[in-house]
């Protein structure tokens, strides 16, 4: 099916509602997640089905967001949370769905195949619609990067419109080096990024059961490489499918800006928490950005409003 997107500028929501489920990646447990249509002006709130009332909802904002190595974390000031918010979120910002409420009877949103390809199915099918209400964009000003100890790193820069530069470089064979550029057009979304697989290698899938996490994960859901051989029958779906699912998550984490952005990211092996600090370092930065559209007098969430970092403990 050829999708066709709203090329104006209104904000969006889901035509209607739809239902996906599935397994867990980490906890292993069956989750059903429902996304629903919103207002304008809602942006992207989860919903804990299982935690009564207002304690059950959480923003995917950055200033809700936790840092964690294996996957993002949202967490309301309740102290209730859901993890693996990335890949639908990568779904939505990269259709252009600006506001949907995800509703979900678990803490770990389920991980399907391991991209975002189910949930940009459904939102094809169910359509998108478009709202009575400007859409707004962060636009960068001035760069702002983060760095970790190991060497990765990510910058922000100023750019007409989203594009992504990245690479990675994994000792295994089978990965090595990739890197992957684009223009990011809905179309380039849904064609280049949207089905890449998240991926892991053997050894680690041990490290990673001894830590308690990685209880739902299969070749079902990840590929698997194991010193040059991927371990999945059919093996890759596109060349580089590892640095796509790399874009794909930045895709995702980017969204918890709470809004599109108009830059260039550039990284050197981009992850979740890498991500989540750079996200921070911009809103932390007035005069590195702004917001254009709608009404302009919004406030986005300042550095003193944010909760103080805290790190997860990851395998
Ligand atoms: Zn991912």
Redesign the pocket.
Known sequence: MKPTFHQDDMQTSVAAAFTLAGVGVHSGRYTKMTVRPALADTGILFHRTDVAGEEGHILAHASNAIETQLCTRIENRFGVGINMI??VMAAFHGLGVDNAIVEIDSSEVPILDGSSLQVVERILQVGISRLHAERRYIEVLAPVSAQLENGAWAQLSPADQLTIDIDIDFVDPGIGQQRCQFDMTQDDFVTELSSAR?FCMLKDVEKMRNAGLAKGGSMDNALVYDNGRILNEGGLRMTNECVR?KA??CMGDLYLLGMPVKAKLSSHMPGHRLSTILVRALLEAPDCFRIVGGDEGLQVASAASMPALAVAQSA
């Open positions: 990335e890949h998240t699912h794909l998550d």
